[in-house]
């Protein structure tokens, strides 16, 4: 298969399940995506939507089923030494992304000595605005942002061309998530880094992002700019997630009013997983199982998707 050089992420088919009771879940369900060289992308969607499941694949961490990943042109199959210079990884949990009992400069040096280079330290801690007075303490010793200002800065350390963050701000304090959003921001303006920028908060989501996947159990339901899908949803289910926004303290699920019936996730369905809770839904939604459908920037997964104020 070749592979184009002008995409930091490529994920085809990927598909991993877990037993679980008697079953499987289907955490990626044929899951399809890319991330170009310089593009903020944005993963959205409910709690359990397979979100963390899919940073782990890329990572290595977790084998697929079947389907492929490519990270900077190359297959990841696990994790291996050489991949911290492709991909870099921020947790919502700094503490994960980082080791606990080795002091800042150890933690920032690593990263380089496992690559064989020099370690930059001082340079890195400037470019995430950490005060290189602090390289001697560790992690407890900072607050809740300085500490993912260098899980951030030890993501960085080796320029890799592919960062994720999988809900970097979520345990952070309001006033300290903006910074941490512009830091990202002015990161990837600095370094031309990519983002897979993973969250189920939909106003970090429009701040950071150049365009947004939105997941629903396991599957791709919609892609496009970020800016167009906020505006013009075209998924039933992108517009319920949007119309549950409240404001900047929202949790990222469904209201209950409009939620239905959720189903079994190791229930195999055979039409779209959506249908059970979708206001459009008619026969055909419960019967088959929707194609995905690309026009332009735009994709979905959705026989009736709702047309555009545009069109
Ligand atoms: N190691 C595991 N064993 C069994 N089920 C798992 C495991 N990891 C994740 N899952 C299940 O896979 C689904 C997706 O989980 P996850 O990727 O963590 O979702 P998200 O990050 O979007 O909240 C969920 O139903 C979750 O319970
Ligand atoms: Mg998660």
Not at 38 to 55: M, R
Not at 87 to 109: C, H, K, N
Not at 206 to 227: A, F, K, L, N
Request: glycine share 8%.
């Amino acid at each position: 298969m070749s592979v184009a050089t002008d995409l930091a992420l490529t994920v085809k088919n990927a598909v991993v399940t877990f037993p679980v009771g008697s079953g499987r879940i289907h955490a990626l369900d044929d899951v399809s995506l890319h991330v170009g060289l310089g593009e903020a992308v944005a993963v959205v969607g409910e709690s359990g939507c397979g979100k963390t499941t899919l940073a782990r694949a890329v990572l290595g961490l977790q084998p697929l089923d079947s389907g492929a990943i490519d990270v900077a042109g190359r297959a990841v199959r696990k994790p291996e030494p050489g991949l911290a210079e492709r991909v870099g990884m921020v947790w919502q949990d700094p503490f994960a992304s980082i080791q606990p009992m080795w002091r800042i400069r150890r933690i920032l040096e690593e990263p380089y000595r496992l690559a064989r280079k020099t370690p930059q330290v001082t340079e890195l801690m400037d470019m995430v605005g950490l005060d290189p007075k602090l390289a001697d303490r560790y992690p407890h010793q900072l607050s809740g942002g300085q500490r993912q200002r260098a899980a951030i800065a030890r993501a960085i350390s080796l320029r890799p061309p592919l960062v994720i963050c999988d809900e970097p701000t979520a345990a952070l304090d309001l006033s300290i998530q903006a910074q941490i959003l512009n830091l990202l921001k002015d990161l990837k303006a600095s370094t031309n880094c990519s983002y897979l920028y993973i969250s189920h908060d939909l106003q970090t989501v429009r701040y950071v992002s150049d365009r947004i996947v939105v997941m629903y159990m396991g599957q791709v339901v919609e892609t496009g700019p970020t800016e167009e899908v906020f505006q013009n949803p075209r998924h039933p289910y992108t517009k319920a997630l949007l119309d549950s926004a409240p404001g900047i303290e929202k949790i990222g699920m469904l209201p209950a009013e409009v939620s239905g019936e959720i189903p079994d996730p190791k229930q195999v369905i055979p039409g779209c997983k959506f249908a059970s809770r979708c206001t459009k839904a008619q026969n055909r939604c419960r019967e088959e199982r929707p194609e995905w459908t690309e026009q332009g920037t735009r994709g979905e997964r959705c026989f009736f998707p709702l047309s555009t104020i545009n069109d």
